[in-house]
């Protein structure tokens, strides 16, 4: 069965995206089995990996995106599956094993426009088709925006673990603690809609720190954040396992590059090799601690 993992935290900026990407990258190339989700209405992750001409194109009309399983509601997730996502210049498959449900603007509609049936709401639904896929992967990730509202409540739902990408800032620790309120209340709105085989509401597992600035230094608020996480774990309000991430990783020029071509960083050319090595090695590490600890949480 899948290990499916959100990442999510209320501050927005800290690079979320960036690292769910390239982790994900990093796990297909270890020969694991990918789908990657793209929860943000700004669909970054998704015109990222599709480079903006195929993105445009699911843009324009909205079919093939995420929202389409509510509305018009006459397709399902397995209809929306990009397999290998990522491809070279030529269109070639560079990266077998890493899949894309993608998302278009449009998804900002679930969050307003969108009547939905108190019998089944958004993230049940969401959930009742995303485990008609869960046999195909070993790693379903999903790219949640910054908040608990309804497309980040379908990662929420449905996931068995969440991990919180942070900076080394204040501001990182503020949205760390509004996100273990919101996703405790949450979790109480939605207790009446799981049932056993779903398992228990998946709360924090970890905290990585991620887009860390040459010459910082992250002593201080790694201490706050180990501070807090040890008062939530007292109060039970995250997983007994949860922790601090031993790997981390560095801000590079290198993953903005990767971004304007399209690819993962381990993609990038030889421009910046010696960068991209480096932090290419801090997302491999992210990628192992996290295989690691999901031995060690079972």
């Known amino acids: 069965m899948a290990r499916k993992i959100a990442f999510i935290n209320y501050k927005g900026g800290v690079g979320k995206t960036s690292l769910i990407v390239n982790v994900a990258s990093c796990l297909a190339k270890q020969g694991k089995r ?34 389409s399983i509510f509305s018009p509601g006459k397709v399902r997730l397995k209809d929306l599956l990009i397999k290998d996502v990522t491809e070279g210049k030529g269109g070639e498959k560079v990266l077998p094993g890493l ?50 509202l309804r497309a980040a409540q379908c990662g929420a739902f449905s996931a068995n673990e969440v991990y919180v990408p ?41 905290i990585i720190f991620n887009a860390i600035k040459t010459g910082v230094d992250i002593e201080v608020p790694k201490m706050r954040m180990q501070l807090r996480l040890n008062q939530y774990k007292t109060q039970r309000r995250v997983a007994s396992t949860a922790k601090m991430f031993e790997a981390q990783v560095r801000d590079a020029t290198v993953v903005h590059r990767a971004v304007a071509l399209g690819l993962p960083v381990n993609f990038v050319g030889q ?28």
């Open 34 to 67: 990918v789908l990657l989700f793209d929860l943000d209405t700004q669909s970054n992750a998704s015109i990222w990996l599709l480079r903006l001409e195929r993105w445009n194109k699911i843009n324009a009309t909205g079919e093939g995106a995420l929202f």
């Open 99 to 148: 899949d894309l449900v993608p998302t278009a603007f449009n998804l900002v509609d679930l969050e307003g426009e969108f009547e939905a049936d108190p019998r089944k709401p958004p993230y049940l639904l969401f959930y009742e088709e995303l485990h008609e896929l869960e046999g195909d992967y070993d790693f379903i990730l999903f790219d949640c925006p910054p908040n608990i």
């Open 271 to 298: 421009q910046g090799l010696e960068e991209s090595d480096n932090v290419l090695n801090d997302y491999r590490r992210v990628a192992q601690e996290l295989i690691k600890h999901g031995e060690i949480i079972g």
């Open 166 to 206: 942070s900076n080394p800032d204040a501001l990182s620790l503020i949205g760390f603690t509004l996100l273990v309120e919101k996703l405790f209340k949450f979790h109480q709105l939605s207790a009446s809609f799981r049932t056993a085989a779903m398992g228990v509401p998946a709360i924090v597992q970890g």
